[in-house]
Structure formats: C-alpha cells, structure tokens
C-alpha cells in the first residue's frame, strides 16, 4: 500500500501539482512477420518527433485538469473544516463549493491516452491524493496495474469461490474475497438489487462475519444475534463472509485503485482513512476518477406482468405485517417519541395499500396486454411519492421489492427493484413499452457521479456525441489529440457480409462459404501481413463440431495455420487488442443492429440524457426500408436517430481498424492496407467515419457481386399478375400482400421500380388518390372490423389530374403509418442487451405476434378484404356487390398464416449470439424467460385460432438477405 507523505496528511492536500511531463509511448510493437517491411530506426524516431507535439498537448490537458482537481479538493477541504468549527460555535455554516465539471479527451487510436494516466497517477502519489482508474475489463485492469505497480497499484478483484482445502485436510485460508452465496448475488445483481445493500444484510455467512469482525457497533452484533436465534441457526456453524470484512475495505483502502468501471460505486469514489486503534474516520478525501475507454451511459431494467404480480403478492404479506405492527404499537402505555413515528408511518402504509394493489393490477394488465400504460404512468409516479413519504421505500427499494432469506431452504427470495427506476422514466417520458415488458433505464453510476460530483476525467479515442453533448452541457471541455494515420482504406461494395441466422439448418454450410470467401477473395487482395476480424458465428459454425465451446478459436487457429493470417471476431478483438500493430487490416462485415435493438439502445442513450437534464427527442420507429440489402440494413429515417446510430456504427469500425496502430506507422513506409468488405457503404456511414479518423480512399465493386436486375423482379411480376388476376388495384402494398400469398419476396426499391416502370407503358392504370372527404367514415367501418389487422381500406376512386404515384412517394413515413416487411433472417430480442455489437444480423423481423399498441410490421395481404372488387372498373370500391376471393387463394392464405402461427410457437432464441464487446450494448443472453418462470412464447391454441389476424401473423415471415443468400447483383 502507498505510503502518503506526512504533509500531504495533515493539510489534505500539497501544493499546486507540478508539470506532468508527456508520456514517452513507443512505437507499435512490431511482430516478425513474414514479408513484413520493419521500419528502421531512423523512420521511427522521425515518427515519435512527429507526434511528440501531439502527445505533449495531450499530457498538459490532462496536467492541467489534475491540478484543477488538486485546487477543489483543497477548497473542499477548507469549507468542510470551517464548518466543523462553526457547529462546534454554533454559528452559521456555508455551502460546500461546486464540482468540478468533467473533462474529456479524444485522442487517436494508438496514441497513447492510457499510457497519459502514469504521470497523472504519480503526481497524485506524490501528493497524498487517491485516484480511481476505471475500465471495461479485468485485462485492461491488469495492464495498468502492471504500469503503475511502483506506486502500488491496486486491481480490484470482486467476490471469488473460496479456496477449498484437501479431503480430511487441515483447514485452508477461503481467501480475502471469499463469498458463499456467488449464485445468488448474481441474481441479486440481474434483478436490479445492490448485493452489499439488498442481500448481504440478510445472509447468514453475512451475519457470522459481523459476529467475528464487528467489535465497536453493538446494534449490529445485536442484530445479528438475533436473526440467528430467529432463524435457529448456529452461528458457529456458518463460515463467516470475507469479501465485505477483509477484501472489499483492503481494496477502496489502497490510494491508486484499478477497477473494471461495473464495480463503481459511491464507495469507490471516496477514500476513507481509518483510526486502526479506534476505527474512527480520520480523513475523506474524493478521488479523481479517470475512465478509460467507452462505457455505457444507462442499463436497461426490464419489468413483465410477473414481476408485478409479484409485488402484488407481497403486498398482501406487507398488509397483514402492517396490521400486526400497528396493533402492538397501539398497546403501548407510554410509547416513545419513535415509536409513535413508527405508529404513524405504519398507518400511513396500511391506508396505502388499496391503492397499491389497484395500481399494481392495472400496470400488470397493460403490460402484459401490450396496451400503452397511458394515465396510469401519473399514478405510479404518485404512488411511489406517497410509499417515500409514508417509510415504505428505503435507498431506492421498496418494502415488496427486499430480498427475503427463506431459511427452510437456505435460499433468498429476490423480487425485481424496479418502482424508483420505472416512476422516474415514466415522469420523464424515457420508458419504453413493447411485447409484453416495461422498460426503464438507470443511469451509470459513473455518469451519475460526474453528474452531481464531478472530478472525472473521460479518455475515449472514439467517444461519442452523446458523451460529447454531455460533457459539455455539465460546463466540462474536451481536449481533442488527433493525428493523421497512414494507412489506406478501400471500402468494398456490393454484398453485406451480415451474421446471418445461425438457427437455420443450412447455416453451417453457409458459414463455411463466408470462410472459403474469406481465403480465396479477400486475402489475396491483401499484401502480407495481414490481419482479419469478422463475425464469430463464421468461425464457429464453419467448423464441424461447432456446438463446443471453443469452435471459434480452433477455427480461427486452423486457419493461421493454414494461411499464416490471425483471424479475430467482432466483440473480442475489435477493442483493446495491440498485437497486430503494423498489419493490414481487412473487416468482413460489421456489426449491425435489429429495429427493436436499436430501440433498446437509442432508448438507453436517452434515458441517461434525460437524466442528466439534456433532451432527447423520441424515436418514431419508421425505418427507410423493410429489408436489408447489398448496400446494408433498414436505417431509422428520423434524422436524429439516425445521426446517433451511424455515430455509434462509426465507432465500432475506427476502433477496429485501429488495430492496426496507423497513427505509429511511419510515412517512410507503404501506407497500411484496410479493406472494409461489406457493412453499412453509404455516404453519410464514411462522413461518420471522417469524424474518426478514418477516410475511404478508393472503392470497388466486390468480385463476387455482379451488377444487374435484383433477383427478386420475377417474384414483383408474379405478384402483379396475382393482384391483377383478382382484380384489384396494382399498389405497393397489394403486391406486397400477393408476394406473402406467393411465399416470395421483393425489396422495397424493385416493387416501386417495377410498378412505375408498368404504369410508365400502360400496362396498369395510373396511380389515383382516395378522396378522404368521401371515403373517410367507411374507410374507419371496413379497418374496424379486426382492431388488430391492418387491412388496406379501399374506398371510392376518383382518378385526378394531380394524382400522385403512392409507390414513387419519399416522404419520411409517420408513426402509424408502418411498411410491410418479409423477414428471413434472425429474429430480434426485445432488448438491446439481448443483440450486442457484435451480432450483425439481425436486421430483421419479429418472432413474437404483435398486438394492439405496438407498431405493426407487417400488413394483411391485400385480397384478405371484407369488400368486393369491381372489375369492369379495374377498382374497387364500397358499394359493389360482395364477392368472396378465390377459393384457392384463400385456402392458400390460411395454410401460410397456419404454417407461420406454428413457427412462432416453436423456441425462437438464438443459440450463439456474438460476444459483447467493451463498448455498447452488453448482450448475447438467450431470450428471457418471463419473470413467472415461463417461456415468453405464443399461445399455440390461441395462434390456431387466430389465422384471421394476419398482421401478427406475417410478422414472422422473413425477408431475403442478400449477405446470406444468393449473390446480390
């Protein structure tokens, strides 16, 4: 542990810090490669020289704000003694002066933001002053740990099995960070709870440790005694908890501590030194924390009609306690002062509890109903206020939502704590509400400390707007360390290079393909050496026993061996890895992300913002297109989101190829390779990534996709004959209603094209507007029938001289007035922390049937209609005679949507999602059972009955991926 200097103790703080000086970062480490061009020495001190400039302003900023930081903390100090004195005078006390604003820096990749922390880390050793460096992982942890290990450095390290001795052995030491109850404090955490705070306090081996370790708190002894003579328990039979008692304060001890930034609490952020004679506190001081690399802003909590119900349930338990402590309380001669406060609140809560249950009962039926939670949303708010002010809500969890050990089975019963979170997303309109679950978003405790606490510093070499945007509306500024990179990049167009959807039987030979591409396309077009990063999923289902777990890395060391060329994957090796320095680099595909997780994420981005007092606009989910093509996936068309994602795709593909250290890459030396094969190629994706750093140099057309017809006209035209056949009037969306009768598919663009094309030669009528004026109350009598089915009204048509082509039509899409899609590939979890960054695919449909309230997908086919067709008119219209569609068509219909009801029915979730990576979204979880214990699944017997509802059951007809099909043209 670091020894602080004597008089940094006694005045708090030294001085002004002096200069930082700029780090010295070498070179790129160059692996001896075959065909390797090393630079020589003189081309890499030219390089450093260079960059020096850079790297020096980089290091002032970061001085600079470490001596801002030393200044606070010395003011802090000054008004926490002044008050001291003044309440032991009794005089007036003043207000503790404000945070420092958070400061970020964005530094190019490969520049040297982590190694700017040592001079930082040894000024404030040398000022007796505590930091706290936070990062995404343990591995990170470890390699600052390794730099700073002459001040002393601490990794901290969480709870760990403890160590088990021999069989009939002597006893073993558990170790420090012993904990007995791993599985349950990992449910604990999945359920939204603080482990320390919900269920340590209540675990037997919890409350042996304050009987062995806690010797000055005699409540808390008192405490423990008696939940073991309540539990009858021995307490000399349980092993006492060491985590809490020996590792954890050893840890937020130590000056300089490294932590992964998910352990982060209020805890770690202040350093305590402690009496060890009296164990009284002697000196509090706030730590600088120092975030390097990206973090999430917010996590997600998710809340089902079982969760609630839960709560109902324990409400009634709390009722019935109520009335037993009220009437004891009552039965008191001569109460004291707190427990006639207690009487009181107990009171309170009891009168509380109608309301309650009625409010519980109606959330839980609108969630799980996919109804829009509407005024209810006012009463939660107002609720949760009345359970705060009557004691039934204690740090954020209220009374049905404590963790409760169950003795008779040496378990704990561990409710979702969720009613704070969800009241202060409802008031604020962040919530989000979409099959059959609520969710709600918690702010980062990081963000939430920089928020309120400041003195963090943020170091992020592609840190993104929105960490920008809040940066600097908190009165924070950014330094800016940017340097060009030599190396360039080719961007490949033509085929997507998607996941694809690994549930599929047919996977493993396409897997096996892409990997066949990779060798006999792409390397050859790469001089040596190279390096390769791609979707996992192609690795491992490329190899013939792809269900072990290690599929991936014996693939990607098959074809090392094979090649001489590292292949890494998405999630694992696009961030933090430095071994392949000086490579050429080649990205097949990239991480892309469904609708429904781009929800999720956009969603939880606004959240935190919101909660930071920034606006975000809400997302309509009207996407540009149903289907993904060659070119990349459906992109939201509302401009804000849209800027957000591309930013966040951006991100993902600099820190990718900044694996390549280009930025150390002397400009003596050939310019590193980049290919970028597949992903998203548009213009507004390389403008995102300018903003990085990374420029496309020159483009081609991948080999592999010849330029043409779209291969889905033909199934265009036998949709138009279809629709024709019948009768009906030729549009957009009665084609689209034909191609699901057909058991085809066709992009958006091939639709319109063909349809403009034949109204262009006569072929079809031209295009004719409804008159809403005529036709609006019958239109509303004939969609009225099915609330849920998106029939497409025709009424009376008049043709125009200004009649508009509706198919040719741009204008952006407005809520509720959805496009139809067919799907084929993966299916899309609700949830954003369910598809990571690493799972590319899934731009895609929905697996589960939507109701009422959410956005609809997908349409009714188009001779699915309650009316007739007029054909002498080529129209339809209301008051024809009632004809019923052909037999074979119908029976046709009914046996498609019968076949998709059985497909819902069947388990839909994805075996091998992509690792999450350090940055965005955490997920690869499978599809959550619902919080009752049941699979979230269709009913099958109402699927059977519901062959009608054609909106939902559409919605898991797939669309044609051109990455994962036939070669798009």
């Known amino acids: 542990m670091i020894a602080m200097p004597a008089a940094a103790q006694a005045a708090g703080v030294a001085v002004a810090a002096p200069a930082v000086p700029p780090p010295r970062i070498s070179i790129h480490q160059q692996q001896q490669v075959k ?131 021999e069989p009939n052995g002597p006893p073993v030491d558990p170790g420090p960070h012993a904990c007995y109850r791993l599985v349950q404090v990992s449910k604990a955490g999945d359920q939204n709870h603080r482990p320390a705070q919900g269920l340590c306090s209540k675990c037997p081996n919890g409350m042996a440790a304050v009987l062995q370790y806690v010797t ?39 000056p300089i501590l490294v932590a992964p930034v998910q352990a982060f609490s209020e805890a770690m952020a202040m350093w305590r030194e402690v009496d060890p004679e009296t164990s009284f506190l002697t000196r509090e001081t706030q730590r600088l924390v120092i975030v390097d690399e990206h973090i999430p802003m ?55 509890t109608p309301e309650i249950d009625a409010t519980f009962r109606a959330l839980a039926s609108k969630i799980a109903g996919d109804i829009p939670i509407g005024v209810d949303a006012g009463r939660i708010i107002k609720l949760q206020k009345s359970v705060v002010k009557a004691g039934g809500s204690v740090a954020g969890t209220a009374t049905w939502e404590k963790i409760g050990y169950q003795r008779d089975e040496d378990d704990f019963f561990i409710p979702l704590r969720a009613l704070v979170t969800l009241a202060r997303n409802l008031a604020a309109g962040s919530a989000r509400q979409e099959k059959g ?153 990239m991480p892309l992300l469904s609708k429904e997780s781009i929800a999720g994420a956009y969603a939880c981005t606004r959240a935190a913002m919101i909660d930071c007092g920034i606006p975000m606009p ?49 400009r003596g030396c050939k310019p590193l390779q980049v290919h970028l094969w597949g992903g998203l190629q548009t213009a507004e994706m390389d403008a995102a ?95 009225a029938a099915h609330s849920d089915n998106y029939a497409e009204s025709v009424a009376s048509i008049a043709p125009e001289a200004d009649a508009e082509d509706a198919s040719a039509h741009t204008e952006p899409q407005k809520q509720g007035q959805e496009k139809i899609t067919r799907s084929e590939d993966a299916t899309a979890p609700n949830s954003y922390k369910e598809t990571n960054s690493g799972n590319s695919a899934q731009c895609c449909g929905n697996p589960n049937p939507q109701t009422q309230g959410q956005e609809k997908i997908f349409l009714a086919p188009a001779f699915d209609f309650d009316f007739a067709f007029d054909f002498s008119a080529g129209a339809a219209t209301l ?34 999602p992509d690792e999450p990576g350090p940055k965005g979204p955490s997920g690869g979880r499978r599809e959550p059972r619902g919080r009752d214990g049941c699979d979230r699944c269709p009913d099958i017997a109402a699927a059977a009955s519901a062959a009608q509802r054609t909106s939902a059951a559409l919605a898991h007809i797939s669309y044609n991926n051109p990455g994962d099909g036939a070669p798009p043209s």
Not at 98 to 104: D, E, S
Not at 224 to 252: H, M, R, W
Not at 341 to 350: G, S, T, Y
Not at 512 to 536: G, W
Request: with cysteine.
């Open 618 to 666: 809400e997302w309509d989910q009207v996407m540009d297109k149903e289907k993904a093509d060659a070119d990349g996936p459906p992109m939201p068309v509302m401009p804000e989101v849209r800027a957000w994602l591309v930013d966040e795709y951006a991100q993902g593909v600099a820190q990718a190829v900044g694996r390549n250290r280009a930025v150390n890459h002397p």
């Open 35 to 165: 065909d390797m061009a090393t630079p020589t020495q003189t081309q890499i001190a030219r390089r450093i020289a260079e960059l020096q400039p850079t790297r020096a302003a980089m290091a002032a900023a970061m001085s600079s704000y470490f001596q801002q930081h030393t200044r606070k903390i010395a003011e802090i100090d000054g008004v926490r003694e002044a008050n001291k004195k003044a309440r032991a005078d009794g005089s007036k006390t003043v207000p503790m002066p404000a945070p420092l604003p958070q400061f970020g820096v964005v530094a190019t990749v490969g520049l040297g933001k982590s190694h700017g922390v040592m001079p930082i880390a040894e000024a404030a050793h040398a000022q007796g002053l505590p930091i706290v460096i936070l990062v995404p992982n343990h591995k990170l942890a470890w390699e600052h740990a390794e730099r700073l290990a002459h001040l002393g450095a601490v990794v901290y390290r969480g709870r760990r099995e403890p160590a088990a001795g």
């Open 437 to 589: 679950v609520l969710f709600a978003y918690e702010t980062s405790p990081v963000i939430e400390w920089a928020r309120d606490k400041g003195s963090v510093m943020f170091l992020d070499a592609t840190m993104s707007q929105s960490m920008r945007r809040f940066i600097e509306a908190k009165g924070g500024t950014i330094h800016n360390a940017t340097a060009d990179q030599n190396m360039r990049v080719t961007r490949v167009t033509g085929r997507l290079y998607s996941r694809g959807d690994v549930r599929k039987d047919d996977y493993p030979a396409k897997a096996r393909a892409r990997m066949d591409d990779i060798r006999q396309n792409i390397v050859p077009r790469l001089d040596s050496p190279v390096a390769i990063i791609t979707h996992k999923a192609y690795l491992k289902y490329s190899q013939e026993a792809h269900q072990a777990d290690d599929a991936a890395e014996v693939a990607a060391q098959a074809f090392e061996s094979a090649t001489g060329i590292p292949i890494g994957w998405f999630g694992k090796h696009d961030r933090g890895l430095d071994s392949w320095g000086g490579r050429n680099i080649a990205l097949v595909g």
């Open 879 to 912: 008051d024809s005679p009632r004809l019923q569609p052909d037999d074979e068509i119908a029976d046709m219909l009914a046996e498609v949507a019968a076949q998709i009801e059985a497909d819902l029915a069947r388990e839909d979730d994805d075996p091998d």
């Open 298 to 352: 917010a996590a997600e909590v998710e809340v089902g009609a079982g969760d609630i119900q839960v709560w109902r349930n324990r409400v009634d338990g709390m009722a019935e306690r109520l009335d037993r402590q009220i009437e004891f309380l009552q039965g008191k001669n001569a109460p004291t002062q707190a427990e006639t406060e207690e009487l009181e609140q107990a009171r309170a809560m009891r009168a509380l």
């Open 216 to 254: 000055r708190d005699e409540l808390r002894r008192q405490r423990a005694e008696q939940f073991f003579k309540t539990s009858g328990i021995n307490p000399a039979t349980v092993p006492p908890c060491q985590f809490l008692y020996k590792g954890l304060p050893d840890q937020l001890a130590a």
């Open 689 to 783: 990534m300018r903003c990085y750093g990374i420029v496309v140099h020159d483009r081609m057309r991948n080999p592999n996709s010849a330029p043409g017809p779209k291969v889905d006209v033909g199934a265009v035209d036998e949709a138009i004959e279809m629709v024709l056949a019948t009768g009906g009037a030729v549009s957009e969306r009665s084609v689209r209603g034909a191609l699901v009768g057909l058991q085809r598919s066709a992009s958006t663009e091939s639709i319109r094209a063909r349809i403009r094309d034949m109204r262009a030669s006569g072929a079809i009528p031209a295009a004719t507007r409804v008159k809403r004026s005529d036709a609006a109350d019958t239109a509303e009598s004939v969609c």
